[in-house]
């Protein structure tokens, strides 16, 4: 995933390519039992040159199979994700017109990535663009009603002859709480 800013031509670079989750350490690391990758990671990249910085536009896609946060039923999600990125060679100057001088911005504030070197490596921008794109609390349904905290029946299945539960956070203590007002 590296390429080379000299095979960056006028015309610019298009690159449609495919990469196991392995590919990518961090994907690698997530845990087994929590997110199962069912197709590679499918990346497409447009890079073209815009004077001294090079703009990379693009997109990322899979499939994972994740379990439902409140049912717990596995299911298949498609993730997808579209960024835009700017990389230069040396950072523009920055005319400090404030009294103090006390100006410091560095590359991320003015949304430019810092090249070192020849090349640019984009493996790191596509493991994070998918697991950005990963779901934070995976819902099967928006309607899922998810299991019983008492029995654990699954709610989307069928009823359970539980008692509806009391209220039991943190506040449940103020429930009888009563304020005098004399």
Known sequence: MLIRLEDIKDEGLELEFEE????????ADLQADEVVFLE??????????AGDMV???????????VACGRCLKEFHQPIHSA???????ELPEIED?????????DAEDMGLILVEGEEIDFAGVIEEQVL?????RPLCDEGCKGL??????????????????????KFAVLKNFKIDKS
């Open 20 to 27: 196991p989750r392995s590919s990518f350490p961090l994907l």
């Open 40 to 49: 590679p990671v499918r990346v497409r990249l447009k890079i073209f040159r």
């Open 55 to 65: 703009e990379a536009q693009g997109e990322v896609s899979s499939s994972v199979r």
């Open 83 to 89: 960024f835009e990125l700017t990389y230069v060679e």
């Open 97 to 105: 017109e404030s009294a103090d001088g006390d100006l410091e911005l």
């Open 132 to 136: 950005m794109a990963l779901p934070l």
């Open 148 to 169: 019983c905290p008492q029995c654990g029946t699954d709610l989307n299945v069928s009823r359970c002859g539980c008692p509806p539960s009391e209220f039991g956070g």
